[in-house]
């Protein structure tokens, strides 16, 4: 069942795979930045819960978007009534999952990534196991996909 914004109402596993991505796209000068978006899928098993993909009007590079999509697809997480009991968290920005992995922690530089670090963190403290493992982009091709259809 939808509720509308790609997401699937009902019962969640109790356990998770998030995969998250975004995407930037250029002009004809292959360096300025015409749109961005975000993507990403909440699944168990074969069952996929949450499917996203979201334009971004404002942006500052494809690190702070990563960064986004990530914030969004925990948020969505955290939005639903339901009970998770781990949520294992894939993407292809090794920086990213380094620098939300309080296990291997690496502090970014930037006063906003620093805040959806700790933005991420809070929305996932609820849930009892949150694993982080950077996936090559094949293993990511789905969230890929999302992040790349949420251009206007």
Do not use: K, Q
Not at 32 to 61: C, K, N, Q, W, Y
Not at 75 to 85: G, H, I
Request: hydrophobic share 40%; charged share 25%.
């Amino acid at each position: 069942m939808s509720d509308g914004n790609g997401s699937r109402r009902g019962a969640f596993g109790p356990s998770l795979s998030l995969y998250f991505d975004a995407s930037v796209h250029y002009g004809p000068d292959n360096a300025t930045p015409t749109s961005a978006a975000v993507g990403f899928l909440v699944e168990s098993g074969a069952t996929t819960h949450i499917e996203r993909s979201m334009a971004v009007d404002a942006f500052v590079s494809s690190t702070h978007l990563e960064y986004r999509a990530l914030l969004e697809a925990v948020r969505a997480v955290a939005a639903t009534d339901d009970r998770v009991a781990s949520v294992h968290v894939h993407g292809d920005a090794d920086a990213v999952i380094r620098a939300v992995d309080p296990d291997r922690p690496a502090t970014p530089e930037d006063r906003v990534c620093r805040r959806r670090v700790a933005s991420i963190r809070e929305a996932v403290e609820p849930i009892p196991v949150v694993t982080y493992r950077a996936v090559g982009r094949d293993e990511n091709e789905r969230a890929h996909r999302l992040a790349r259809a949420g251009h206007r």
